[in-house]
């Protein structure tokens, strides 16, 4: 798969994807996480992981420079299912790239982003951990 060919949010965003690596300098960061992140659909919290893993992993492909900003929001629903231990984030990014069955299908930009880049955020990953647990739990 190339590419998200079912629900409207997903196949624009997959024309979003397109359009930024092909003219990355027509689609600006501020756009780009605002489009991304409106992609995102109410579900449970380790569905919303699985989902927002699946849609911001390409974009920090695209843009690793954005990487903590869009890694925030599975983690933080991570952090809402109940995951308490910081060391535990990127296994779960690695988990959901072998899954055979995932809540949303990840591109196969996407799955090679968690496998190859996801593992080298780990600290990234564990200060955003941190200060998401801060903001949710007193």
């Known amino acids: ?3 998200w060919t079912s629900t409207a949010g ?12 092909a003219n990355p300098q027509v689609v600006t960061d501020a756009d780009f996480v605002q489009q991304v992140t409106g992609t995102f ?15 911001v992993a ?6 690793p420079h ?7 929001h ?4 991570m952090i809402a299912g109940g995951l308490d231990d910081e060391n535990a984030v990127i296994a779960q990014g690695i988990a959901l790239a072998h ?3 995932p809540y949303v299908e990840l591109t196969p930009a996407g799955r090679r982003w968690l496998l190859e880049q996801w593992p080298g955020l780990e600290s990234v990953a564990i200060d955003v951990f941190r200060e998401k647990r801060r903001e949710l739990l007193p």
């Open 66 to 72: 954005l990487a903590r900003e869009l890694i925030a």
């Open 41 to 55: 659909w109410g579900t449970n919290c380790w569905c919303f992981v699985e989902q927002s893993f699946a849609i």
């Open 74 to 77: 599975p983690i933080e629903a």
């Open 1 to 3: 798969m190339d590419s």
């Open 10 to 21: 997903l196949i624009e965003l997959t024309a979003l994807y397109a359009h930024a690596a």
């Open 99 to 101: 899954k055979r069955a």
């Open 58 to 63: 390409p974009a920090c492909a695209l843009r």
